[in-house]
Each structure stands twice: as structure tokens, then as C-alpha cells.
């Protein structure tokens, strides 16, 4: 079956541009979760939605991100006045229901680089 | 004391070769663990969970130390395809749970394993 399918792929764009990326989980997967991951570093969890609950915006680093899950399954993760900083690869996991102690099924991600 | 730590490595192993690796973590009050595997410029990918009485998938066991609170990866024979970062996930969460959000989870950073020719 379909797996997790993000996009754009890669982003180029130029810094305090926003950007707009978007997951499309696995079907029948109500868990869905956003990470960054910079080079040479760990996941950095971002936030995490589950099926109509309010999502776990913990991870967020600023107030310039935030996310959406429209209909309980596409999401898109926006980046407001983007920084160089915000520069990583962007990944998206689905999972059965569970608060992370189910197994996560990565998309490709999306590299973004912030000029 | 970090939450969850790994040797990043890397750990330059001849092929044939058997190697472990253990990943730490600091919440007594964790409840599911796995541990993934990342190809260079690549998705993380399930590998396998680990579950208390110790599991094994083929080459690769995993252990779960609840006393010393860390989890252990074990590859046999190992392959040059072998060669990848391999990171551990550390939830409070059972796999049983739903609801609640994602407090706990945590990835390592991964240990990179390098099986050499």
C-alpha cells in the first residue's frame, strides 16, 4: 500500500519567505507527527496530531510554525518569515492510534535550505 | 543526564562480524522502545520493537534491561547493507495507550555503523 508522502520534495527559498509543506499519512493512520532534522543531528520532534484531539504543539520552536490536519488526515507544517536556522529536512510519520508507543512510518521528508 | 543517549560511533565492524550497541535512557517510567534505522539522506525506518522478554527478527536482537534502563541492539553476520545510523525510541507510552499526547518520546541520536569489505 501507499506509504507517507510529503511535499515539495526540496525547497529553496529566500530568507522571511513562508513556506508551506505538506504530509499525507497512511491511510487509516490517526496519528500524525512532524520532525526536523538538522545534518549530522537527531529528530527534533516538532508536534503531534491525533485523529480530532487537540494537538501536542510542545515541540514547536517558535511562533512562527504551525501546523494543520484537515479532515483527520492531510497536514500541512507552515513556516512563517523563515530564517536560515529553520534550514533541515522535514519529516512526517503516521501511526496507528497511540501517543508515540506505536511504530512511526516516515515519509521522504522535505529538505528545505532558507537562502 | 540526557534522556535518551547513544554512542554516535562510528562503529567500523568487518563484515561477518557480530556488534552491539546499547542505547541509555533516563525515565524509569518508560514503556515502549524500538529502534529505527537511518540510511544517509533517508527516512528513519522501523526495524523492530522491543519487548521485555527480548526479541529477535533474523540477525538482529533486540534486549530490553529494565534494571540498568537501557535497550540493546545484536546484529549477526553482518552485511555491507548493514551499514546505516541506527537510532533508539524511548515513549512512555505503551503501544496498548492511545490518546494523551506525545510527552516522552524521544529519539536518540543514533549510532552510525560502518561494515566494512
Known amino acids: 500500500g501507499a506509504g507517507v508522502s510529503q511535499s515539495p520534495s526540496n525547497k529553496v527559498t529566500e530568507k522571511g519567505k513562508d513556506v508551506e509543506l505538506r504530509c499525507d499519512p497512511i491511510?487509516?493512520?490517526?496519528?500524525l507527527y512532524w520532525y526536523r532534522q538538522s545534518l549530522g543531528q537527531g529528530l527534533e520532534f516538532l508536534i503531534y496530531f491525533q485523529g480530532n484531539s487537540a494537538p501536542d504543539k510542545s515541540g514547536l520552536p517558535s511562533d512562527r510554525f504551525s501546523a494543520e490536519r484537515t479532515g483527520g488526515s492531510v497536514s500541512t507544517l507552515t513556516i512563517q518569515r523563515t530564517q536560515q536556522e529553520d534550514s533541515a529536512v522535514y519529516l512526517c510519520?503516521?501511526?496507528?492510534?497511540?501517543?508515540?508507543?506505536?511504530?512511526?512510518?516516515f515519509g521522504d521528508g522535505t529538505r528545505l535550505s532558507i537562502l | 543526564r540526557k534522556e535518551v543517549e547513544q554512542d554516535p560511533g562510528p562503529f567500523n565492524v568487518p563484515e561477518g562480524a557480530t556488534v552491539a550497541f546499547n542505547c541509555t535512557y533516563s525515565?524509569?517510567?518508560?514503556?515502549?522502545f524500538f529502534w529505527y534505522r537511518q540510511d544517509c539522506r533517508k527516512e528513519p525506518k522501523l526495524l523492530m520493537s522491543v519487548y521485555s522478554s527480548g526479541n529477535e527478527d533474523g540477525r538482529f536482537t533486540a534486549q530490553l534491561n529494565r534494571a540498568s534502563q537501557y535497550i540493546s541492539l545484536l546484529i549477526r553476520d553482518s552485511k555491507l547493507s548493514d551499514s546505516a545510523t541506527y537510532l533508539c525510541v524511548v515513549n512512555l507510552k505503551a503501544e496498548r495507550d492511545s490518546g494523551g499526547g506525545a510527552d516522552g518520546l524521544t529519539f536518540g541520536k543514533g549510532t552510525h555503523l560502518i561494515i566494512q569489505p
Open positions: 491511510s487509516g493512520h490517526t496519528a
Open positions: 525515565n524509569s517510567a518508560s514503556q515502549s
Open positions: 510519520a503516521s501511526s496507528l492510534p497511540g501517543g508515540g508507543g506505536q511504530p512511526q512510518h
